[in-house]
């Protein structure tokens, strides 16, 4: 409990009296200190909320680091979320009830509006709850389980391993309720399409192959589980008699919680299959599925643009595109039009590494070297620097997946894990070397990495703004750092410049698909179509990439969203600032805040040239 602090807001609204005597402090000066007093008052009970949601999700207590509630697994039915709900409705109702807001600070005022923000979109998501795809290929929970347990879960003490063998347990709990959800959901008649059914089967599959589940080879996480154990013993922490000990609890865990509830995953999506379509539709297609759209795009996009907007814009966009790309195909001197420029780039040996695992091993090693080349010029672009490391990996077999979309996972704010830059490498003849630097830049510096790291290791604001994250502005961000990359140097071959263009059209065309297959009725066939059309991006990886945009609707529309918006912001600022504007100060601005919607972002920058402007 924090109550000297608040008893110390209290005696300094008290000294604001005029006392006999002496003179009155002035009416600016009062309400300087009134705004002062009232942003602690907020700014503690802001953290005081965080530390309750965080009760919430276990998970998200070990992914920021902590190893409070170590062995426990979040509550993923539709009774937790009520619950996390109902918990969100009474913080609103208290904060306004218990804060002035006209005598907040700006910044406290967006934390303010940040908060509010969070309800409203969780209440306009209730009626869409069996809208919902549960379970599907890309990224799902069923993936993400076994992840969090090999990469994330450290075990560093005997309690750390036991709380591993219980969280074991615990994933077969959370996979229930996610199935139940998706049983719930199929009988009001939303089910993804048959080739998501097949992915969750394929993965969970995958994830109880091999020992300790049969005699095949150790399993991913079996392999895990033993390299954690070895650890222990290597670093005195128990013997070697205890370790064993351990080891044959976490099979039991294994083979008896964790195996069987992956096994009824697959045993009711194998029954249901034949209850989906073979050929894919748009949700929009789907119950109330316009709406659900409708609000998809508002959550993701954070902007209230229409579906019809959105496409329009996408088009635009492409067509601009395309015009930059026809400049590079002339200045490599290619003889053809552009349709066979994009079959020369998915097709010619030169711009792939071998297919194989030397290969995958050179496509990471060129990732690192284009992120650490860059990585050097931050300081004329940023006031704020990341303190957090960044590792860039292969992704793990049982989740890798063919043309499958790069990723990155944060790190921890106090740097105990590094932030990872993932590759899916399967297919190497779907990851061409123009696009290599791009992505990077995009996933590690100055993109994701740099936005995330920051955001975590910022003080001076609310504990929950350094945690909380928005798809626009993220992902506009990773979008935005493609093009700055260009400014600090990157891309001096023309054929990465190509790649860089391939990447933005890529975000671009994905506002013309998504749009086409969730509101316009588009196949998935002419989405590719479309896609291959418009993109140098071999067909491995487009029809990857469709997929996911079928499963996760509106997800794909926020990273052109944002960084337009981004652009925006920053030709404002030129513009009105003239001379006196600083990209690292502008940088700092957008990421010195945290995550935020696009609409109070707009209000930070705003705030920010009317007092660089009158200064």
């Known amino acids: 409990m924090q109550i000297r602090p608040l008893f110390l807001h209290a005696a300094l609204a008290t000294c604001l009296v005029a006392l006999p005597g002496v003179p009155a402090i002035a009416a600016g000066?009062?309400?300087?200190?009134?705004?002062?007093?009232?942003t602690d008052r907020i700014n503690i009970w802001f953290d005081e909320k965080y530390e309750e949601e965080l009760k919430f999700s276990p998970i998200e207590q070990t992914m920021i680091g902590r190893k409070t509630d170590y062995g426990l697994i979040?509550?993923?039915?539709?009774?937790?979320?009520?619950?996390?709900?109902?918990?969100?409705?009474?913080?609103?109702?208290?904060?306004?009830?218990?804060?002035?807001y006209e005598k907040l600070t700006q910044d406290a005022k967006i934390s303010y509006d940040i908060w509010l923000y969070n309800l409203e979109q969780a209440e306009a998501g209730l009626p869409f709850r069996t809208n919902r795809y549960v379970l599907h290929q890309h990224n799902g929970r069923q993936s993400f389980f076994p992840t969090f347990m090999i990469n994330t879960h450290k075990v560093e003490t005997e309690s750390d391993m036991l709380a591993y063998i219980q969280r074991l347990s615990g994933v077969a709990t959370a996979l229930d309720q996610l199935l139940a959800r998706a049983k719930t959901n199929a009988a009001a008649g939303t089910r993804p399409p048959r080739f998501a059914y097949e992915g969750v089967i394929d993965q969970s599959r995958k994830i109880i192959s091999g020992a300790p589940f049969d005699d095949g080879a150790p399993s991913a996480i079996w392999s895990a589980t033993k390299e954690k154990l070895q650890g222990l013993v290597d670093s005195d922490v128990i013997d070697q008699q205890r370790a064993d000990v351990l080891r044959e609890e976490a099979r039991t865990a294994l083979t008896g919680a964790f195996a069987p509830a992956y096994q009824r995953i697959i045993a009711w999506y194998e029954a249901d299959l034949p209850n989906t379509d073979a050929v894919p539709k748009g949700v929009g297609a789907l119950p109330n599925g316009k709406a659900f759209y409708n609000y998809r795009l508002a959550n993701q996009t954070t902007t209230k643009l229409t579906a019809d907007e959105i496409h329009a814009l996408g088009l635009s966009e492409v067509a601009r595109l395309r015009s930059a790309m026809e400049a590079i195909k002339d200045q490599v001197g290619f003889d053809g039009d552009l349709k066979a420029f994009f079959k020369f780039i998915r097709e010619d040996d030169r711009f792939y590494f071998s297919d194989d695992d030397a290969g995958a091993d050179d496509y990471i090693a060129a990732a690192k070297g284009h992120i650490e080349a860059l990585k050097k010029k931050l300081p004329d672009y940023f006031g704020i620097l990341p303190k957090a490391d960044l590792e860039v990996r292969r992704v793990e077999a049982f989740r890798e997946r063919d043309g499958a979309a790069q990723h990155y996972r944060s790190g921890t704010p106090d740097g105990s894990r590094p932030g990872i830059y993932y590759a899916h490498l399967s297919d190497m003849r779907a990851m061409p070397t123009p696009t290599l630097e791009v992505i990077a830049y995009h996933e590690g510096l100055p993109g994701h990495h740099m936005q995330i790291s920051i955001a975590q290791e910022l003080t001076g604001i609310p504990v929950f703004r350094t945690q909380i994250g928005y798809t626009a502005y993220s992902e506009g961000w990773g979008l935005y750092a493609e093009t700055l990359a260009k400014e600090m140097g990157g891309y001096e071959d023309p054929y990465s410049e190509f790649g860089r263009l391939t990447s933005e059209i890529w975000r671009a065309i994905r506002l013309?698909?998504?749009?086409?297959?969730?509101?316009?009725?588009?196949?998935?066939?002419?989405?590719?179509?479309?896609?291959?059309?418009?993109?140098?991006?071999?067909?491995?990886?487009?029809?990857?990439?469709?997929?996911?945009?079928?499963?996760?609707?509106?997800?794909?529309?926020?990273?052109k969203i944002g960084m337009i918006k981004i652009l925006e912001l920053r030709e404002r600022a030129k513009q009105r600032l003239g001379d006196r504007f600083d990209i690292r100060a502008f940088h700092d601005v957008i990421l010195g805040g945290g995550a935020l919607p696009l609409g109070i972002l707009e209000q930070r920058v705003n705030q920010w040239l009317d007092e660089t402007a009158g200064s």
């Open 512 to 559: 013309v698909v998504d749009t086409g297959l969730h509101a316009k009725g588009w196949s998935e066939e002419q989405a590719v179509a479309y896609f291959l059309e418009n993109s140098s991006i071999p067909e491995a990886a487009v029809r990857s990439e469709v997929r996911r945009y079928l499963v996760n609707p509106g997800q794909a529309t926020s990273y």
């Open 74 to 100: 979040d509550d993923y039915s539709d009774a937790g979320a009520d619950k996390k709900l109902a918990w969100l409705r009474t913080t609103v109702a208290e904060m306004q009830r218990g804060f002035d």
């Open 29 to 38: 000066e009062q309400a300087a200190v009134a705004a002062a007093t009232e």
